[in-house]
């Protein structure tokens, strides 16, 4: 079957922190390994209700306070360094647009409730730039559970061997070939969208 649409996971391949020298400052202040500060926000136990709606962001970061004893100031200040390596891969994203009128695009992301407007905010992921957006926070699930892929090509009004997706979390690239779907392991844009060019141009042929 020709595929119909392509979907993008954003962290962590749309959204990269490329500067990990403000998360670092914080690892250093409070004494933490490397990398252990994103460990220990997005894989706390409210961030994780938080992915799927039974907990806003602003509770994850009242926990993230609570666990280093942080007042308001200094969880503002946490808060602002945390996000400040983050990048949005413009290349990625105008490869993505570009891909319409031809193929349906959409974004699939595990993600707090509430993130979609700070997203569309700060790197201008908003509702017109594809198809279809899901937040894992708004609609109660999250990849790799197979109803939130399904849920997705609902969306898209695609059958599942019809539509690429691009996720850099093997088990959430697994989860989409479980339902069906064709998968891409993002672990470089260049070898990501040389990937896709070999999709696409079969598909063609």
């Known amino acids: ?9 954003i962290g962590g391949v749309l959204l990269r922190t490329e500067d990990q020298e403000p998360r670092r400052r914080w690892e250093r202040k409070l004494g933490l390994p490397a990398r252990a500060l994103a460990d220990a926000v997005f894989n706390c136990e409210t961030a994780i209700l938080a992915s799927v709606g039974q907990a806003t962001q602003q509770d994850v970061w009242r ?4 666990r280093f004893h942080l007042d308001d100031a200094k969880l503002r200040d946490l808060q602002r360094d945390f996000w400040a390596g983050d990048r949005l891969d413009e290349q ?6 570009a891909l319409r009128p031809r193929y349906k695009t959409g974004l699939l992301s595990n993600a707090w409730l509430g ?3 700070l997203y569309a905010q700060w790197f ?4 017109d730039l594809v198809d279809v957006i899901i937040y894992s926070g708004e609609v109660g ?3 790799p559970d197979a109803r939130i892929y399904h849920l997705a090509l609902e969306r898209l009004k695609a059958p599942a061997e019809a539509v690429v997706f691009v996720d850099d979390v093997l088990e959430n690239v697994r989860g989409a ?3 069906g779907m064709r998968a891409v392991q993002f672990i470089s844009p260049a070898q ?14």
Do not use: C, N, P, W
């Open 63 to 66: 926990a993230v306070a609570e």
């Open 192 to 205: 990501t969208l040389a990937a896709l060019a070999d999709l696409l141009s079969s598909d063609r042929t």
């Open 141 to 143: 699930m999250m990849k």
């Open 115 to 117: 993130l979609r407007a």
């Open 92 to 97: 990625l994203v105008s490869y993505l647009t």
């Open 124 to 127: 201008g992921l908003t509702d």
């Open 177 to 179: 070939q479980a339902v």
């Open 1 to 9: 079957m020709s595929i119909q649409a392509v979907l993008f996971d």
